[in-house]
């Protein structure tokens, strides 16, 4: 990230007797930038202590002579070459004046006679500067690594996820001493994060939440994040959430068609409804058990202007599974007229008279009572769910209906077995146990390795009619 280097780095004209000390020190071309050793108190941190100046030498350039200096083949390596510091800077003893252009030298000794005549003819002379660094100049990384012990340096964390303003990481135990001094500096040195907090091990078995620590920042866990140009809200710290999932919703929404009919069972907050809605024109049923998930997944539906086309409920997955089928074919979605229009290009049709007739075409179309996906993504336990389906349809109409156009469900699960083939095994044969029958279409895919022996899988299977009617 660029930054404005003016704010954390500061030079100013040294006396002629402090330089020529400095200079009998400084007699080569590697500027060291490394931050200073850090020995203050560690919470919080004296910033004081990462002040460090460099003496420099600067050339007194003309302004019209400065682009000729800085691309010469002989001056190039010669300039200041630190990042975030740029190599022209005004005359602070003289702002109209001159620009001084910042060598990595510290004594005009060490130009060597070609780069020294050029600069003798195009600058008008060399001036003796302190290049000043602080606490704002370095990175995290260059921080923490100033203030932890040797022995922690190398494992030292370099970064964290993000959800929102909450930054989040999984510290391990030797850095626990260190946490509100980790938690400060990555607080510092992110303008966007608002919240630095800690993972602890424990996660409530039921609803996948984490507890959490706040290293640093506000105690404020409601976030506000974007996935797929839609906005959720929701409180970090009573709801599921994972960014990691990002890839997985857009290739389950990738999957559905325009229009169809979606039932989520676990939906958390939304990732999956509120796309699919938004994006695809499904329809859709969004359940989740968690009351905080259901309250935000409501907000989420109102915020991204997709009430029309997700209706959401707090009950047990089992139980919502059993009466998804009866709900839409009792309570049928209106039609699928096309995409859905934005509000300028609808308001724009409706000046037209086009509108109206969209309208006229919905009539003739049917309703959508069938449910054309299920996603089950709870992967420790969504498998034991499965014998929901069993029965599910239950009258004649129904079945009828879904005639040659039964859904898929796609199904997160986990397995302990590494390669693919395995894995693909042990998942349809626990599939088929729940559900009593045979799979005769399905699909596997990786999602992610979640542990060293666990890894993430979605099967996609085609419900067989067999199962559902009753
Ligand atoms: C792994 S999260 C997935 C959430 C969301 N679909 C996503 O991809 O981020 C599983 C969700 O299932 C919900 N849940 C857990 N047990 C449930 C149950 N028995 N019935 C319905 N929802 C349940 C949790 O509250 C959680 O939001």
């Not at 060291?32 to 850090?38: L, W």
């Not at 510290?106 to 600069?119: C, G, V």
């Not at 499904?282 to 009430?307: I, M, Q, R």
């Not at 049917?366 to 420790?380: A, E, Q, S, Y």
Request: proline content about 6%.
């Amino acid at each position: 990230m660029l930054r404005d280097t003016t704010k954390f780095i500061t030079f100013r004209l040294l006396d002629k007797r402090r330089f020529a000390m400095s200079r009998n020190l400084h007699h080569k071309s590697h500027l060291d930038t490394s931050p200073p050793e850090y020995n203050g108190p560690l919470h919080p941190l004296d910033k004081s202590i990462f002040r460090k100046a460099i003496p420099i030498l600067a050339a007194r350039v003309p302004a019209s002579q400065t682009a000729k200096v800085l691309n010469s083949e002989l001056t190039r390596s010669f300039l200041v070459g630190i990042p975030k510091v740029r190599p022209v800077v005004s005359n602070p003893a003289d702002l109209q004046g001159d620009r001084l252009v910042l060598l990595r030298i510290s004594n005009q000794a060490e130009l060597p006679p070609e780069p020294l005549e050029f600069l003798q003819k195009h600058a008008n002379g060399f001036v003796d500067y302190e290049l000043e660094l602080d606490y704002d100049y370095w990175t995290a990384s260059d921080i923490l690594q100033a203030v932890l012990p040797e022995p922690l340096r190398a494992g030292a964390p370099v970064g964290f996820a993000t959800t929102g303003h909450v930054a989040h990481m999984n510290l391990n135990d030797e850095y626990l001493p260190y946490k509100k001094t980790i938690g400060q500096i990555f607080l510092d040195k992110n303008k966007l994060i608002k919240t630095v907090v800690n993972k602890l091990d424990n996660i409530d078995t039921q609803f996948r939440v984490f507890d959490m620590e706040v290293l640093a920042g506000e105690h404020n866990f409601v976030v506000e994040h974007h996935e797929s140009d839609c906005r959720f809200t929701f409180d970090f710290s009573q709801v599921y959430w994972n960014s990691r999932l990002h890839t997985e919703h857009g290739r389950i929404v990738g999957l559905l068609k325009p229009g169809q009919v979606l039932a989520d069972s676990f939906a958390g907050v939304g990732p999956f409804a509120i796309p699919a809605a938004k994006n695809k024109s499904c329809a859709v049923l969004a359940n989740d058990l968690n009351p905080s998930s259901f309250k935000y997944l409501s907000k989420n539906v109102e915020d991204n202007g997709v009430s029309d086309l997700v209706r959401v409920s707090c009950e047990d997955g089992r139980e919502f599974i059993r009466n998804a089928f009866q709900r839409v074919f009792d309570t049928p979605f209106p039609p699928y007229t096309g995409p859905k229009l934005s509000k300028t290009l609808a308001r724009k049709l409706e000046k037209q008279g086009k509108r109206v007739a969209e309208t006229k075409a919905s009539d003739s179309l049917p309703p959508r009572k069938t449910i054309d996906h299920f996603i089950m993504n709870l992967p420790d336990t969504a498998i034991q769910f499965l014998d929901a389906f069993r029965g599910a349809i239950t009258s004649r109409e129904m079945m009828d209906a879904y005639e040659s156009k039964m859904p898929l469900v796609h199904c997160h699960c986990f397995t302990r077995e590494l390669e693919e083939d395995k894995a693909a095994a042990d998942i349809k044969e626990r599939v088929e146990e729940k559900l009593g029958h045979e799979l005769k279409e399905y699909s596997v895919a990786h999602v992610r390795s979640v542990a060293p022996n666990k890894e993430m899988y979605c099967i996609a299977f085609r419900l067989p009619s067999e199962v559902v009617y009753g």
